[in-house]
């Protein structure tokens, strides 16, 4: 069974201060790695794929990186924009013709200016 | 262009009640997604249809039952609400994915949710 942890539960910033957030994994044949981000009251919104592990995709403040047993989302001078839960999932498996995403329970982030 | 769109946005029910949660796209995607959002679980996918005319159950189907009534449509149906099924119910659409098997496009568009709660 796939499974997608992520840590912490929550964080809190100061606005300015880098940090980062993990996504542990563990899937039988990764086919990919998504972040999104979720505000209070929305649904989430796609931030990156990451297909094989040393890849790494960058957005404003955001960085992703890949290994072969986590993801770290690295927020560099984070702003109160910024705040949100952060949701990474997996897709591994065999091909199907659906989406069969494993979401992890999300970091809640808070940055305080 | 709207997205994604749902309704209602926040529904209360009482345990046997039935109701459908509807869902709108106007992305021209072919696959269309329930998931529902619950403390402490993460998202879990409830059904799936990959193209118009096909559904599919996900993680956790009992209790639902979907339509995928055209392109741009795809309803949720509670027969018999129960009180596990409190919830936040989201919708989603993802394009077609062009790039072949070893480099899934889960760029999925999400709707803005239905908050549902079971008495």
């Known amino acids: 069974e796939d499974q ?11 606005e300015g201060e880098s940090s980062s957030l993990n996504c542990s994994y563990t899937v039988s044949g990764l086919r990919g790695l998504f972040w999104y981000r979720q505000d209070p009251g929305k649904g989430p919104e796609f931030l990156f794929t990451l297909y094989s592990a040393g890849e790494e995709k960058e957005k404003e403040r955001l960085k992703a990186t890949l290994t072969k047993k986590e993801s770290f989302l690295h927020i560099t001078a984070p702003k109160p924009e910024d705040s949100a839960t952060y949701l990474c999932a997996v897709q591994a498996g065999m091909e199907t013709s659906g989406s069969r995403l494993t979401f992890g329970e999300g970091t809640q982030l808070t940055v305080n200016p | 262009n709207a997205g994604v769109t749902q309704t209602p946005k926040f529904q209360v029910l009482k345990t046997g009640q039935s109701m459908t949660l509807q869902c709108a796209q106007d992305m021209n995607h072919n696959s269309m997604y329930w998931y529902r959002q619950d403390p402490g679980m993460g998202l879990r996918l409830i059904y799936y249809s990959a193209s118009e005319g096909t559904t599919d159950k996900g993680e956790v189907p009992n209790g639902y039952n979907v339509s995928r009534l055209n392109k741009r449509e795809f309803s949720l149906r509670l027969e018999s609400a129960a009180p596990s099924q409190t919830s936040v119910y989201f919708c989603a659409s993802r394009p077609r994915d062009d790039r072949g098997p070893r480099k ?3 760029k999925l568009f999400f709707g803005s949710g239905t908050q549902l709660s079971v008495l």
């Open chain 1, 4 to 14: 997608v942890t992520q840590s912490p539960e929550a964080l809190r910033l100061q």
């Open chain 2, 104 to 106: 899934p496009n889960e």
